[in-house]
């Protein structure tokens, strides 16, 4: 059984920066596709940025360019660092894992693993 846990969520003012992290425990196969997902109040779940260890990531077209996912198979950590943040950005931000189609236009409902989330509050 998978468990995922995030971290590193805050306050921050408009042009700042974060750092999320998400440690997974249980088995995740280096093969996974793993991502951060967010949801601001009153509105869906959206796919922020996916990374699949054997190809690359892929970005929302909103944070193209302001986020970066990155991993750490061996320590089985999953981060976003996530920078010039707008108030756009606030949301609750969710870590994700999940075999198969790696990318931001997936499905949420098929990603079987969630973390409990992390609050990201821009103003």
């Known amino acids: 059984h998978v468990q995922l846990v995030e971290s590193g969520g805050g306050s921050v003012q408009a042009g700042g920066s974060l750092r999320l992290s998400c440690v997974a425990s249980?088995?995740?196969?280096?093969?996974?596709?793993m991502g951060w997902f967010r949801q601001a109040p009153g509105k869906e779940r959206e796919g922020v940025a996916t990374?699949?260890?054997?190809?690359?990531?892929d970005y929302a077209d909103s944070v193209k360019g302001r986020f970066t996912i990155s991993q750490d198979n061996a320590k089985n950590m999953l981060y976003l660092q996530m920078n010039s943040l707008k108030p756009e950005d606030t949301a609750l931000y969710y870590c994700?894992?999940?075999?198969?189609?790696?990318?931001?236009?997936?499905?949420?409902?098929?990603?079987?693993?969630w973390g409990p989330g992390t609050q990201v509050t821009v103003s």
């Open positions: 994700a894992a999940g075999r198969g189609y790696c990318s931001v236009r997936r499905s949420t409902s098929t990603f079987p693993y």
């Open positions: 990374i699949y260890s054997i190809g690359s990531a």
């Open positions: 249980g088995y995740i196969y280096s093969s996974d596709c």
